[in-house]
């Protein structure tokens, strides 16, 4: 499975990429990336076979409008929480700045199918110019209650997370 998503991954970065140079002239903008969540809770006390930490890989398109960026993901999480299972994520921000930016979000989790309850988040982080491509670095806590995954881990999920995104 996880040769298919690097796979898949690698084909939505070289067409979005071929892409690029005329997504541009009308505000787009296409990233992939890594993407690190570190739940907050008590989670390894109560549990100890759950795990706080989680990695993923990230899919971007972002629209620079004029006063807002609107910017839509989808995320895949190899093992989420030590579950032994994976979960994908999509997401859309809301973001306020340029280089140093800002900004809110909502997204919601699907594992084996069936979809979470949803998050909002609160986000902060820097673009920096790379020539023609940008390394967008930011940070998130996200604010997430689902009964369901409640009952698994003992605690909310609330979060931070760290992504680095290479934008074309």
Do not use: C
């Amino acid at each position: 499975m996880r040769t298919l998503v690097t796979v898949a991954f690698s084909v939505f970065a070289v067409v979005t990429a071929s892409l690029a140079t005329n997504a541009h002239a009308v505000g787009l903008s296409f990233g992939a990336g890594l993407h690190y969540l570190y739940a907050l809770g008590d989670i390894d006390e109560d549990n100890p076979d759950l795990s706080k930490n989680a990695f993923g890989l990230i899919g971007s398109v972002q629209y620079a409008a004029p006063v807002v960026k609107i910017e839509g993901n989808v995320e895949y999480v190899f093992d989420y929480l030590g579950t032994d299972e994976a979960m994908w994520e999509p997401s859309a921000y809301a973001l306020l700045g340029s280089m140093i930016y800002g900004g809110a979000g909502i997204g919601m989790g699907n594992i084996d199918g069936e979809w979470t309850d949803p998050w909002y988040a609160l986000r902060a982080g820097v673009n920096v110019g790379l020539g023609g491509l940008g390394l967008d670095l930011y940070g998130t806590y996200r604010f997430w209650s689902d009964e369901e995954l409640e009952n698994v881990t003992g605690d909310d999920l609330d979060s931070i997370t760290f992504a680095a995104v290479l934008r074309f």
